[in-house]
Each structure stands twice: as C-alpha cells, then as structure tokens.
C-alpha cells in the first residue's frame, strides 16, 4: 500500500513529537563531539514547520515536501538546517504532482534525498554523519521489490538503520564540527545519525 497524503502528515507530526521529546537527548549528544545544538535545531526547524504546514496541507505530496525542506532551510542554522533542508526539497522533487507515494515512488524519493545530503556536504562512508545512516538506508531501501508493501520496507530498513547508528560510534568524525575534535570523537554515536534514525522509525509509525 502507498503511502497517502494523511500518512505523510502524521510522519511530519510525528517527527516535530519526537524533535520535541529527543531535544535535550540530541542536544547532549551534539555536546559530546559538537557544539551542543542539534536537539535545539531539530526542534526549532520542526516547530516552524508546524506553523507552515496548515497552508499546504491540502497540496501535492511534493508541495508539502517542498515546504518541509524550505522550511527547515530557512530556520535551522548549523550543518543540520541545509543538509535536512537539501534532503526535503530534492526528494519533493523526485515526486512531481503526486498524491500518494508508492514504494518505487519513496525509492525514487530516498534516492534524490540522499543525493541532496551528499551533493550538499560531501560526506563520504565513515565520515561519522548522518550519510553513514542513509548510505545503508538507501541501499536497503534500493534492494526491496516494488511490489512489496511501503510500510514493510521502511520496517525492514529500521534495523540496518540501528545498526548504521551504532557504527558510528567507534568511528573518528572526519566532517563538519566533530572532525575539529580529532580522535575525542570517537566512542560517541554521531548526533546527525540519530536524528536521522528518529526520521525513519517515526515513518514506520505513521505507516502503521
Ligand atoms: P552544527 O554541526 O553546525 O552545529 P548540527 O549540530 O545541527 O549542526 O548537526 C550536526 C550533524 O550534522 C552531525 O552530527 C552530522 O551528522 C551532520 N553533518 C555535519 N557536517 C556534515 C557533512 N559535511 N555531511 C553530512 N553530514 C554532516
Ligand atoms: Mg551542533
């Protein structure tokens, strides 16, 4: 089954609750290797999209991707705000006019949002960002037969997800604010990876 318009609603819901909940959390990660941010950024780009969102809840599945994407351009500073911004726009883009998102629609998707983070910061595998969660995601993702069920491939992809998550803790952050921290870095989970983790369960949710 496609994803529908409501079902994208309630994954950018669900995201503003966690961004809310995780704030403190993905703020004392950011701490650890960073400057301390990202749960603050997170929130504050979520909470503004919130405030868009009313006025293109009734458009396209690319509209409201679009709006997602501008949105947290616009508001979150840092790495974050334009890596999660790229993310959202380019994947509106792979989805013109539709109304619904099938699972080759979200691969279409995926694909194009991926691309937006790589194009944007350039990370490479191992790199210790958000792109060694999406790498794996978007490979997994890639992997899954059209035919198969949306909410079975997003569920499927969680547990590589985690594990991605984990990989990077042992690793040595070689981009962004981390990286000033050379070999302090490691030993902790990358801040942008855990976000990222929170995007892809509470898809699983809104899924159902
Ligand atoms: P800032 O680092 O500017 O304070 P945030 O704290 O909001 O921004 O986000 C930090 C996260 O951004 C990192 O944990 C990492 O996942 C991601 N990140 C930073 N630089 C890059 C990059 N060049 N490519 C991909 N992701 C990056
Ligand atoms: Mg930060």
Redesign the pocket.
Known sequence: MPMTKTQLLAWIDKQNAVFCDKKEYLTDL?AA???A??GI??NRGFAKVMEKLPTVADKDLPTILKTVGMTLMSS??????P?YGTFWMKGAMALDGKTEMTTADFKAFLEAAVGG?VQ????ELG?????DLWGPVLAAVKAAEDATPLAEVVAAALPVAEAALAATIPLQAR????SYLGERSIGHP????TS?LFMLQTLREALG
Do not use: C
């Not at 979150?76 to 705000?81: I, K, N």
């Not at 944007?120 to 990370?123: I, K």
């Not at 981009?175 to 981390?178: H, I, P, T």
């Open positions: 950011d290797i960073g400057d941010d990202h950024n997170m979150v500073g840092g790495a974050s705000g890596l983070i944007r910061g350039r990370p790199d210790k960002t958000m792109y981009k962004g604010r981390a990358d801040p942008g990876a990222s």
